[in-house]
């Protein structure tokens, strides 16, 4: 594994001025009409779980344009949410999830979402991605790296790193990621690999940052 990433600054302008034209991701994305806050972030974050950001956007819009406190969902059955999610992944689990998470931010921390790490662990469905994402997004706090599918598989292909699991990715790119660029990563590394290195046969030749990748593990690409 290297100690440092060469050319970080260019690779990220590079990647920063092709990817401006493309949509942000949903979990970062400005949504009109719904406060930005925490809670929206959270639970945006829950929606977008194995789900297509298109699908996640619209479900986000139609539950959280009237409905975005703990308080308001609370008074929905897991019924209505999972209507008004339809057709998210898992959109039963999720309402269920959704209903029991609002009701713990009430009963145990007045109905904000904590501004603790450890301590959104602890809510119900909420892993290190979604916990990471809240910090990040929805607090707005510095010294989070929030890792998804895009930004496990790029730095892997890229040659900076060598993992197995977006955990010990996590902690492999907190050693050799000057924490400058952490606040921007996730955004800027989900959008490319939606777009341009994507999961299989990545478009190599229209790449920003191609001279500066070695490939590794990349079989085909376009
Ligand atoms: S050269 Fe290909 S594999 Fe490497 S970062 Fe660019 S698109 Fe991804």
Known sequence: MQQTILHIDNIFTALQKELHKYKQPIVSRSKSGIPDTPFVTLISCLLSLRTKDEVTAQASRRLLKKYNTPETLVQLSEKQIASLIYPVGFYKTKAKRIKGISQTLLDKYQGEVPDEFEELLTLKGVGRKTANIVMVYGHKKHGYLPIDTHCHRIPNRLGWIKTKTPEDTEQALKKILPSE???????????????????????????????????????SSR
Do not use: A, M
């Not at 777009?195 to 500066?212: A, E, L």
């Open 181 to 219: 660029y952490w606040d921007d990563f996730n955004d800027l590394f989900v959008t490319f690999g939606q777009t341009i290195c994507v999961p299989i046969s990545p478009f190599c030749s229209r790449c920003p940052i191609q001279q500066y990748c070695t490939k590794v593990n990349v079989k």
